[in-house]
């Protein structure tokens, strides 16, 4: 089974109906991965998705904040949604393919704007929340399994427009890099993305503030696919779909692809 996957923060499922459905009827994945869908479940537009062939959804969602949707083409069987940091938000969720495979779809905490647990509540957040993930994926290694999301943090030096420059801007702090290649070890995630493109500077995300965001290219990869080792070997054909930033009303992430042979 061949099939491709990818994950965006859409930025509200219900405002941008029309490009999800542009991105479906366009590109076609298999498996699409939404965060931020900022929708109860049963709110999410899905006639117009299911008219598309993705007549399958599992989701976890509450009104007006975070939200996450795995919509398929094939059956999907609803296997967990974790509470990590017990912050009460839906921010992770998990859905078997018909193939053995678990997806998971992630969105962890953005970690607001200064890097300090003591001076920002939401940064410690951001920090517990990976570490619950670290905690979870080491009990309970995963197997045949691939992560998705937005995780909010930019970990190498060329997934960001200037290093030196946001070694202390929330996304991109030595702190949060740390954090975030403990909880890939203790999965033993791969990174499929830069599996693919190991070199150069790669975004995915590009803020609503600069008047010219294609211009002046200010990016962070932000967005990440992982594999876990028994089948990273089967992924390839990695991209970010840059276009989609720049459609009409769009959300400030792009969205990533990757394909697996399975």
């Known amino acids: ?43 999410i537009p899905l006639e117009q998705f299911a008219a598309l062939g993705y007549r399958h959804i599992v989701a976890r969602g509450q009104k007006g904040y975070n939200g996450v949707a795995i919509l398929s083409k094939t059956p999907l069987e609803d296997v967990d949604g974790r509470d990590f940091a017990g912050l009460n938000h839906a921010r992770h969720v998990a859905a078997r393919l018909e193939n053995g495979v678990v997806i998971h779809n992630c969105y962890v905490p953005a970690g607001g704007d200064i890097p300090d647990r003591e001076a920002n509540v939401k940064f410690g957040q951001k920090l517990d929340y990976l570490s619950e993930m670290r905690d979870h994926f080491r009990a309970q290694r995963p197997h045949k399994a691939i992560l998705v999301g937005d995780l909010n943090i930019a970990p190498r030096e060329d997934d960001v427009w200037n290093h030196k420059a946001l070694l202390k801007i929330v996304s991109h702090t030595p702190v949060e890099v ?12 791969v990174d499929i993305t830069r599996q693919d493109i190991p070199s150069g500077n790669l975004y995915s995300w590009w803020s609503y503030r600069s008047p010219d965001w294609d211009a002046a290219d200010k990016g962070r990869r932000l967005d990440h696919i992982w594999a876990t080792p028994d089948i990273s070997g089967a ?15 769009p959300s400030d992430h792009a969205p990533v692809f990757a394909t697996f042979d399975l």
Do not use: Y
């Open 1 to 43: 089974m061949t099939f491709t996957l990818a994950t965006w923060n859409i930025n509200s499922v219900r405002l941008r109906e029309g490009l999800v459905a542009k991105l479906l009827g366009e590109e076609a994945p298999d498996v699409l991965c939404l965060q931020e869908c900022k929708s109860p479940v049963e709110k």
């Open 235 to 249: 992924a390839h054909s990695s991209r970010v779909l840059r276009a989609a930033r720049g459609w009409e009303q």
């Open 178 to 189: 740390a954090a975030l290649a403990e909880t890939q070890e203790a999965g033993r995630w």
